[in-house]
């Protein structure tokens, strides 16, 4: 990759950018960014936040990004978008997941073992991982092995993958379907995808999209419509 010129001065990209769509997640911030590996570049996409979060990522170091149209999706693809690393992570931004975490995933695609690294959530605590959110991943996770016949067992926001390929996708949804999209089409693309288990935290604040059955199910049916589209899209190829 090409390193970047700024008045003058030549800077060399990062060894790997890692996105962390935040919103308000000024409780989090402090801990996410100390657990960056170093040589890696945080990038925090702010997605709206009104509690100084994006004031709090500079001060720690981090490179942030805005993004205004409100949607998860809309916040990673910002990030994706922005990065320069030839290899590009996603983490939430809340403290449930520890990106040092990465390395191995990181290592996987740098090896060519696999082209897509996701990270299966372990819960470690109780009240980690909600009934209500667990059952709506359970759900998806079985759509997804019907439509690809990946045996995945989780659709979590811990992944890795090279930029340039992750770009190719096409991703259109900026909402929460956004990961099942990029899932999907790379499953579509023959990449190869492994699982690696993490162990998942309670997270710092309220869940913006899994918070509450509500939001679980709105996410659902984001989801949905992400593998219908899909399925479609395959059907409308192979005529």
């Known amino acids: 990759m090409c390193a970047r010129r700024v008045k003058g001065v030549t800077t060399p990209p990062p060894d790997v950018d890692v996105v962390l769509p935040c919103l308000n997640e000024a409780e989090a911030l402090p801990w996410v960014l100390a ?128 930029r340039d390929r992750l770009l190719a996708l096409g991703l259109t949804d900026r909402r929460s379907g956004y990961p099942l999209q990029m899932v999907v089409r790379a499953a579509d693309a023959d990449w190869r995808i492994t699982e690696r288990n993490v162990p998942y935290l309670p997270r710092t604040g309220r869940s913006k999209v899994t918070g509450t059955w509500r939001g679980t199910w709105q996410a659902v049916r984001d989801m949905s419509g992400v593998l219908h589209e899909a399925s ?8």
């Open 35 to 162: 657990r960056i590996p170093d040589g890696w570049r945080a990038l925090v996409v702010d997605n709206g936040s009104t509690d100084g979060s994006a004031e709090i990522a500079r001060a720690l170091g981090a490179t942030v990004v805005t993004e205004p149209h409100r949607g998860f999706g809309a916040a990673c693809h910002a990030g994706l978008t922005a990065a320069r690393a030839d290899i590009v992570c996603f983490c939430d931004c809340d403290a449930s997941l520890d990106p040092a975490l990465l390395v191995p995933f990181v290592d996987e695609i740098r090896s060519g073992t696999a082209d897509l690294v996701l990270g299966r959530r372990i819960a470690r605590a109780r009240g980690a991982w909600p009934a209500h959110a667990r059952a709506g991943n359970l759900a998806l996770a079985r759509m997804v092995r019907r439509r690809t016949g990946l045996r995945l067992h989780d659709l979590g926001p811990l992944r890795a993958a090279r």
């Open 232 to 239: 479609t899209r395959t059907e409308g190829s192979r005529r």
